[in-house]
């Protein structure tokens, strides 16, 4: 197996701009998740879905986070409009049902905002 | 919520030594607990996890051990490499919200 796809892997945009991040779990499972990676802060859980339905997002930090589950194999995180502050690295991770806690992880999209 | 802090935030050793990393939880209802593999510029890879009912879990080189008493638990690295250099990082989930500690960034000198 692939393991978890990010793309892209890294971004660079300028303050205002929107963006788009995305990810592709492991085929066959069920849970998807967002987390967040900066020095201040570690890894913060930003949203997960279960079955393409978004479970619980009280860790987006504001309206200007946005996830998208449009199918199974597929999430969308999108920042609108980005700042500065939003520069860190953001991974998704995966995991199967009735194990959900196991959660394997993508290699992690770097954005800065400049 | 649950509170994880892991200790220390930097870690030397020699290689061949043993490295051990804590972690200490506030939520009684937590009952899993892995533990990560960071590499640079690589997502978290888990190594080792341990749930509630066990008090030891052993893998090779690292092993975990739980005081659920107490509310800690640790990792053990024995016989520790060069490419055991990494940040590492515990959680601990009580099946609805997981929290990860800060990380233990482990040099292992050759």
């Known amino acids: 197996d692939a393991g978890v796809i990010q793309s892209p892997r890294h971004e660079v945009t300028e303050m205002g701009q929107e963006v788009t991040l995305r990810c592709k779990p492991i085929s066959g499972h069920d849970y998807l998740f967002w987390y967040r990676q900066t020095m201040m802060r570690g890894l913060e859980l930003l949203i997960y879905f279960n079955n393409n339905v978004p479970i619980d997002d009280s860790g987006m930090p504001e309206d200007r986070f946005s996830a998208k589950m449009p199918n199974a194999s597929f999430s969308t995180l999108k920042i609108q409009p980005s700042e500065p502050r939003d520069s860190a690295v953001y991974f998704c991770?995966?995991?199967?049902?009735?194990?959900?806690?196991?959660?394997?992880f993508g290699p992690g999209t770097r954005l800065l905002v400049l | 919520g649950e509170n994880v802090e892991q200790h220390p935030s930097t870690l030397s050793v020699q290689e061949g030594d043993s490295a051990v990393i804590k972690c200490t939880y506030s939520d009684s209802a937590s009952n899993y607990f892995p533990w990560y593999k960071q590499e640079l510029g690589k997502g978290p890879q888990l190594i080792i996890d341990?749930?509630?009912?066990?008090g030891e879990k052993k893998d090779q080189r690292i092993a975990v051990t739980l005081n659920k008493t107490a509310k800690h638990f640790s990792l053990h690295i024995t016989e520790t490499q060069p490419e055991d250099s990494a940040v590492y990082f515990c959680?601990?989930?009580?099946?609805?919200?997981?929290?990860f500690g800060a990380g233990t960034r482990l040099t292992v000198k050759p």
């Open positions: 959680a601990a989930s009580n099946g609805n919200d997981m929290r």
């Open positions: 991770a995966s995991s199967l049902a009735g194990n959900q806690e196991t959660q394997y």
């Open positions: 341990i749930r509630s009912n066990v």
